[in-house]
């Protein structure tokens, strides 16, 4: 569904209610920022909308609607789709909580349901707590995995983080180190590169450079500090580049950041999630997006937490959420 003007409509969650959510939604709707964006519809509780403005320090109008549908995009209004599912007043707020991560959950299932409806082109959702989430009843490892579940999707996807000046993918992600060593397979790697591959070009880039990273320590010197590079990465990395895809490696994990901070990749492959997410939040904190990708609906989401330190202050940044709607919404006309 697109909005009388063309735009993509995207659904925006308010995240976890306890953290920083509300706030930054409410001040980047009220911004304008996005008009010309996309039309976005806010799904959720009414009430949540609310205190998102008193942590703003905003009143901009907003109007509840019963469905998306029913929007009057004509209207200078942020419009809600009022779920009346979350009563901020009966969660204590700035901590992990158990009822908040349910609800999330909740309110994300219902949005989905609106993306296979065709009610909506991509789902936006402000940070969230996994630990809640999994506390609160949605048995996954990640959003993720559930969001996979939900999608019946069969086969490989994973998180991709965007910042300015590159793209990460990742062979393992959420799981223990211990066990991302045992999941590191040819299989994983070549599938890995393939959905950088396939992300990027939908994303506009015509033939993606990827670099694909080492496992150990200066590539493992020959196999001095471990032989997965000889056997295992190296190889995936030829025969993948045997099928035209523009890949390269393995590059020490020291330096491919580096290479592609200075232009000369597009994506980078790492094999497990800390390798890749301490360049990407040094770079970009505040502009981060994660895109859950693979999969046939379209989730983006800043790449931080919910700064439960600051919530309340109205001093948090909606740089990263901004990012995470202008990629949502270039995702979904790509789709058309």
Not at 154 to 168: D, L, P
Not at 246 to 269: H, M, N, Q, R, T
């Amino acid at each position: 569904m697109s909005s009388p003007d063309g735009l993509p409509v995207l659904g925006l969650s308010l995240g976890d209610v306890t953290g920083i959510g509300p706030e930054i939604s409410v001040k980047l709707l009220a911004s304008g920022k996005l008009r010309d964006v996309a039309r976005i519809a806010v799904i959720g509780d009414a009430r949540v909308l609310a205190l998102g403005c008193r942590d703003a320090g905003l009143q901009p109008a907003w109007r509840a609607y019963a469905s998306v549908a029913a929007i009057d995009w004509s209207r200078d209004e942020i419009p809600l789709v009022d779920l009346g599912n979350v009563d901020p007043s009966a969660i204590p707020r700035g901590a992990s909580s158990p009822d908040a991560g349910r609800l999330a959950g909740e309110t994300l299932q219902h949005m989905t349901e609106l993306a296979h409806a065709g009610h909506i082109e991509g789902v936006t959702f402000a940070p969230l707590n996994k630990g809640a989430l999994h506390k609160g009843g949605w048995k996954y490892l990640d959003e993720h995995q559930m969001f996979a579940a939900w999608n019946r999707h069969q086969g490989f996807f994973g998180e991709m983080n965007v910042i300015e000046q590159f793209s990460t993918f990742r062979v393992t992600s959420h799981v223990a180190l211990r066990q991302a060593l045992e999941m590191i397979t040819p299989e994983r790697i070549a599938s890995a590169v393939h959905l950088a591959d396939d992300s990027l070009r939908a994303a506009g880039i015509a033939r993606p450079r990827i670099g694909v990273a080492a496992l150990n320590p200066h590539c493992g010197e020959g196999g001095l500090f471990g032989d997965e590079e000889i056997r295992l990465i190296a190889p995936a990395v030829r025969r993948l580049a045997e099928e035209g895809i523009a890949v390269s490696g393995p590059v020490s994990s020291d330096a491919i950041f580096l290479k592609a901070l200075k232009g000369e990749y597009d994506g980078v492959v790492m094999m497990y999630h800390d390798q890749g997410q301490i360049a990407t939040k040094l770079l970009g904190f505040n502009k981060g997006v994660t895109v859950t990708a693979g999969l046939r609906t379209v989730y983006t989401t800043p790449a931080h937490g919910t700064a439960y330190d600051i919530v309340g202050q109205g001093k948090a940044d909606t740089g990263a959420l901004e990012q995470a709607l202008r990629i949502a919404a270039r995702m979904a006309v790509a789709r058309r």
